[in-house]
């Protein structure tokens, strides 16, 4: 009799997963996702910087900024080249950098004091690192590139674009939880009274790009997708290049969240497809 009673007690959990997942996939596809096109002049974007291109996320911004008319120079601070940045490179829009301290910008400031946005991908996972090294990476290194950008940019208006984190919070049991947070009030902090605004992104599960994903990562996509709780990389970079060209639309301490950032990379699609 144990074994009926378990397969029912699991067959009904089954069924209801199945109930609420269906829920939420119809109730996703309902939703608005519609935002107001961009009436006025897009912000200035010619020149960008991104960290982290050889990553994940930093692939698929990468991608997005690559096809974007508005961005002229992309510069790419990265320990190692990618076949994507060597197609940038090729391109001659691309300007790829090797940098290995990340602690220390000096080197490069050339390159940074001239840039209208910063998109920040760079990271590691928790599992097996310490909350030194997690910090240092996640908090230290942002944090030491926007102080040395600030003491150099000649620009009046800057955004700094980082990838944090959903289901984050202060006082949360998960080491990085905390630290994303850490990091996100520390680089608001240092925006604050200044020239530069700090927007923070908040997405679940980012998918690779195509040309990267494995069909692990795929199968992934697919599952939390339906239910709004993944993006794809490329979609991050293009919510980025649209939030930075509504310029003062978006505040220093700004969250966008998995949601929000589909429904920005949605605007800038239909922005370019009504401009082009």
Same mark, same amino acid.
């Not at 289901?167 to 990085?176: P, T």
């Given at each position: 009799?144990? @074994? ?29 996702? =519609? ?11 010619? &020149? ?20 974007? =008319?508005?961005?002229?120079? #992309?510069? +790419? ?17 691309? /300007?790829?950098?090797? $940098? ?10 050339? /390159? ?9 991908? @760079? ?8 909350? &030194?090294?997690?910090?240092?990476? $996640? !908090? ?12 150099? =940019?000649?620009?009046? *208006?800057? =955004? ?6 959903? *289901? #984050? ?44 994903? $494995?069909?692990? /990562? ?12 993944? +993006? ?5 970079? /293009?919510?980025?290049?649209?939030? &930075? ?10 969250? !966008? ?20």
């Amino acid at each position: 009799m144990r @074994i009926p009673r378990l397969r029912s007690v699991f067959v009904t959990l089954l069924v209801l997963f199945a109930a609420l997942y269906l829920f939420g996939a119809a109730s996703l596809a309902l939703r608005d996702n =519609s935002i107001a096109m961009f009436a006025g002049v897009p912000a200035n974007i010619e &020149t960008i910087a991104i960290f982290g291109a050889s990553g994940t996320a930093g692939d698929g911004i990468l991608k997005a900024a690559m096809a974007a =008319s508005e961005i002229r120079k #992309i510069h +790419v601070v990265t320990r190692r080249s990618t076949p994507r940045i060597e197609e940038g490179v090729a391109s001659g829009k691309v /300007q790829m950098t090797r $940098h290995m301290d990340y602690l220390d910008y000096a080197a490069i400031v050339e /390159q940074i004091a001239d840039l209208d946005a910063v998109f920040w991908a @760079i990271g590691i996972s928790a599992r097996g690192v310490d909350e &030194t090294t997690y910090g240092m990476i $996640h !908090v230290d290194f942002p944090r030491q590139f926007v102080e040395t950008w600030l003491s150099v =940019s000649k620009k009046p *208006d800057i =955004s700094f674009h980082y990838i944090s984190s959903s *289901d #984050i919070s202060a006082d949360s049991s998960m080491m990085w939880a905390r630290e994303k947070v850490r990091a996100e009030k520390t680089l608001f902090g240092i925006a604050e009274g200044t020239n530069l605004r700090v927007i923070a992104y908040r997405p679940d599960y980012i998918g690779p790009t195509d040309e990267e994903a $494995h069909i692990g /990562q795929d199968i992934l996509y697919g599952f939390f997708a339906p239910v709004g709780a993944a +993006v794809r990389a490329t979609q991050i970079g /293009q919510a980025m290049i649209e939030i &930075t060209a509504r310029g003062g639309a978006f505040e220093n301490g700004d969250k !966008v969240g998995t949601w929000n950032i589909r429904r920005y990379s949605d605007a800038y699609e239909q922005r370019v497809t009504d401009t082009g």
